[in-house]
């Protein structure tokens, strides 16, 4: 039976340590991040916001390079919302360029170590050029089988389902289905993370007690881990915490407690 650490080299006691605890056959199928922090980490080091985004996406490689040898199934990353377009335009442009940035400089090592990569939310709304980056990248590694990297952009939970719902009248104009009536698998199927499991790990850093629109319907019986950690000081030990403490839950679902069960089902 293979051990967290034949998977994950650890860099230090406190990492080796946490590895020990953590049973891979318990590891969540889906976990999901909403990275906050990065701000404030840059203003109480008296820097401009622009060194927190940057400081952000090297912590982003860093979870991203962690779930993936640990065999997480699916990873979901919020990386810009609907909401983030309220910014001030420099810093909004800064962080297209840096996510065409981190495209072009990661998506080799993305695609060599078989993560396929996914992108939810109003991408269309995007700019062309991002848009495009997109397109190559998710054409590039469509054919992967092993981690999904799912990157949030223009996202929005209630926007989500407002696109489920029109695409779901849609298809009943279409189809002149006078008595549909639609059900949770429907609405869930046609959500943008349709196939894939909801998350049952909900991280979020910054201390922050809130989901901030993200993934809504999805997140229903999600574990929350909340921690006061920025987004910038989210190292591999800390995500490591976040595993140990998923694992040491007991998950209910609204029932009897499954101190075992790590997720809900995939669709």
């Known amino acids: 039976m293979a051990i967290a650490t034949e998977l994950l080299k650890p860099t230090s006691r406190a990492e080796a340590a946490l590895l020990e605890q953590i049973d891979l056959k318990?590891?969540?199928?889906?976990v999901a991040i909403i990275m906050d922090g990065n701000g404030r980490w840059a203003q109480r080091r008296h820097l401009p916001r622009i060194a927190g985004h940057r400081a952000g996406v090297k912590i982003a490689r860093e979870v991203i390079e962690t779930c993936a040898r640990l065999k997480v199934p699916?990873?979901?990353?919020?990386a810009f919302s609907l909401?983030?377009?309220?910014?001030?335009?420099a810093e909004i442009d800064f962080l297209m360029?840096?996510?065409?940035?981190?495209l072009k400089k990661e998506l080799p090592s993305?695609?060599?170590n078989n993560i396929r990569l996914l992108v939810i939310g109003r991408a269309a709304q995007l700019p062309e050029a991002v848009q495009k980056d997109i397109e190559k990248a998710m054409r590039l590694t469509a054919q992967n089988t092993g981690m999904k990297l799912i990157v949030a952009l223009n996202y929005g939970g209630r926007a989500e389902l407002v696109d489920a719902f029109n695409s779901i009248l849609d298809r009943v104009r279409l189809n002149g289905l006078a008595a549909f009536q639609a059900d949770e698998e429907t609405i869930s199927d046609h959500l943008y993370?349709?196939?894939?499991?909801?998350?049952d790990l909900?991280?979020?850093?910054?201390?922050?007690?809130?989901?901030?629109?993200?993934?809504?319907?999805?997140?229903?019986?999600?574990?929350l881990y909340i921690t006061d950690t920025l987004w910038p000081d989210f190292t591999r030990e800390r995500l490591l915490e976040a595993f140990v403490n998923f694992q040491q839950r007991e998950r209910r679902y609204g029932g009897l407690s499954s101190p075992h069960e790590t997720g809900n089902g995939a669709r």
């Open 26 to 30: 318990r590891l969540p199928r889906h």
């Open 74 to 78: 699916a990873l979901t990353l919020y």
């Open 83 to 89: 909401e983030n377009w309220r910014r001030p335009k």
């Open 97 to 102: 360029r840096l996510l065409r940035e981190y």
């Open 110 to 112: 993305i695609h060599r």
């Open 193 to 199: 993370t349709a196939g894939l499991p909801d998350p």
């Open 202 to 223: 909900l991280i979020r850093t910054s201390g922050e007690m809130r989901v901030s629109n993200f993934l809504l319907w999805q997140i229903a019986y999600a574990e």
